[in-house]
């Protein structure tokens, strides 16, 4: 059941990709004539999205900053199909994508992290505790693939990916605030901090599991263990060597199985 469940979501996330290139390609060829880089697309897209956080979320306007993060979001998109197009995938790009989803990610909870805390906004001590609990599971959720991962293990899968952790916090919350019903964000909130805390379990349980059915591997520097302990995955969550472009958890992701856990949204873990 959890294989079947798991091959819908990658054959859905595909699905939403191939629309979305469709969509995307003719900007992300002018931008390709036009000499802009991939890189440079993905930098302006994480800042887009960290501006539209950190600008609207904590002074309360939930709605009008899902919509701004949603638009720059699709930059996963559009650098992952100009990295391919122009055959400059590389491990660089997968890092630098990986790593700033991560920033996007921070930024969109520590904007509702400050609206809760914002007296003359969301005004709970409560929800800002339950909101900053969510960003670092999510945060932990991530590492814990990156960390086994470049062990030479798996910790990939669980309740609370990190595509699903952004449409659900991007979605909800644009219909939270447009009916005025905070009460929808507030679930989701709670429901995206268990369940992240539940997917942290799963994972380690996952490698735990793992190291005890292969003993003779269980030790750092043992035959068969990669060498330093770390990959390109080490810094982004997603499959170590994976270059930029490559099929994300997101659908416009760039770095692996789950690279930025976007609403169709954004890319791991």
């Not at 302006?44 to 609207?56: K, S």
């Not at 969510?134 to 609370?160: C, D, I, N, P, Q």
């Not at 330093?228 to 958890?249: E, L, Q, R």
Request: hydrophobic residues 45%; neutral net charge; proline residues 5%.
């Amino acid at each position: 059941m959890v294989t079947r469940l798991d091959y819908d979501r990658v054959a859905m996330l595909n699905r939403f990709r191939q629309f979305w290139t469709k969509v995307i390609s003719p900007i992300a060829n002018l931008l390709l004539r036009l000499g802009v880089s991939p890189d440079a697309v993905t930098l302006v897209g994480t800042i887009g999205v960290c501006a539209g956080a950190l600008v609207f979320f904590p002074r309360g306007h939930i709605w009008l900053g899902a919509v701004v993060i949603t638009l720059f979001v699709f930059s996963d998109l559009i650098d992952g199909y100009m990295a391919r197009t122009s055959g400059t995938s590389s491990k660089w790009g997968s890092y630098l994508d990986s790593t700033l989803d991560r920033l996007g990610d921070g930024a969109i909870f520590g904007g509702l992290v400050l609206f809760y805390a914002n007296s003359e906004a969301g005004d709970s001590t409560l929800m800002a505790a339950v909101t900053l609990w969510a960003l670092v599971m999510g945060a932990t959720t991530s590492y814990a693939r990156a960390k086994a991962e470049s062990l030479g293990l798996h910790a990939s899968g669980g309740l609370a990916e990190r595509s699903d952790r952004l449409v659900a916090v991007l979605v909800i919350g644009f219909f939270s605030d447009a009916l005025n019903l905070p009460i929808l964000l507030k679930i989701v909130l709670w429901l995206l901090a268990v369940a992240s805390t539940i997917t942290v379990v799963q994972r380690t349980l996952s490698v735990r599991k793992q190291v005890l059915a292969d003993p003779a591997n269980a030790g750092l520097g043992t035959p068969g263990a990669p060498a330093g302990g770390a990959t390109s995955a080490g810094a982004s969550g997603n499959a170590p060597g994976t270059a930029k472009g490559a099929p994300g958890d997101g659908p416009g992701a760039q770095a692996g199985p789950e690279s930025p856990e976007q609403p169709g949204t954004s890319s791991s873990s």
